[in-house]
């Protein structure tokens, strides 16, 4: 069984540019997450997709961040304008269900790090 | 917000020494996971605690749900060079706070042969 699929797996940009991150869940796996992880930390859920509906993005930076996930498959993750503070590597998930009262495990892809200059 | 605190925050062991770590919280989860993360992957899971009290193993590791739900441990028993890397404790949350995982700073382990 293939894993999450992400791309690219590293990405330099200066201040105020875009950049897009794109992931590719295990097949059959409804739920996605994007999670953020700053060096030195343990990883912070941006947003969660269950099927192509969002499920939580009480953490997501609304006035840069944006995710889709149109077709319930593969999900992108932008940032516009991006700022030094979001230097990190962001890693996307994917379970077979929201794990909502019970725990559906979550597998990580290898993750996006950003830099930005 | 919810947080976990994690210690040790890195651990420089002999291979062959046993290790613990362990995640204090002042909220209660539904759930306590350990994971492993190495360079430039992402995080698997290594034991999955679904019970306060619980003790689980999973080879030379060991871990446990607290009775009170807001801590847990693990350890690694006998430890070998492959054991090298950032160990996170991740809780999730009840499911009328929405269910996600609150993940720890992390345990950076090295490994001395």
């Known amino acids: 069984e293939a894993g999450v699929a992400q791309s690219p797996r590293y990405k330099i940009i200066e201040k105020r540019q875009s950049v897009a991150f794109w992931c590719n869940p295990i097949?059959?796996?409804?739920?996605l997450y994007w999670y953020q992880q700053i060096l030195g930390q343990g990883p912070k859920l941006l947003i969660q997709?269950?099927?192509?509906?969002?499920?939580?993005d009480s953490q997501l930076p609304k006035d840069r961040f944006s995710a889709e996930r149109l077709k319930g498959v593969d999900s992108t993750l932008k940032i516009q304008p991006a700022k030094l503070e979001d230097s990190a590597v962001y890693l996307c998930a994917s379970s077979r269900g929201p794990g909502q009262g019970s725990y559906n495990e979550q597998f990580f892809g290898p993750g996006t790090r950003l830099t930005v200059l | 917000g919810q947080q976990l605190n994690q210690s040790p925050q890195s651990m420089f062991i002999q291979e062959g020494e046993d290790v613990s770590m362990n995640c204090t919280s002042s909220s209660i989860f539904n759930t306590w996971l350990w994971y492993k993360q190495d360079p430039g992957e992402g995080p698997v899971l290594l034991i999955a605690l679904y019970k306060a009290g619980e003790l689980t193993s999973n080879g030379r590791l060991t871990a446990q749900f607290g009775i009170t739900r807001k801590d847990s441990f693990l350890n690694i028993s006998a430890s070998i060079p492959s054991d090298v890397g950032i160990y996170f404790c991740?809780?999730?949350?009840?499911?009328?706070?929405?269910?996600?995982?609150?993940f720890g700073q992390g345990t950076e382990l090295s490994v001395k042969p």
């Open positions: 097949s059959g796996h409804a739920t």
């Open positions: 991740a809780g999730q949350l009840l499911k009328n706070q929405g269910g996600k995982l609150i």
């Open positions: 997709f269950q099927n192509n509906g969002v499920v939580d």
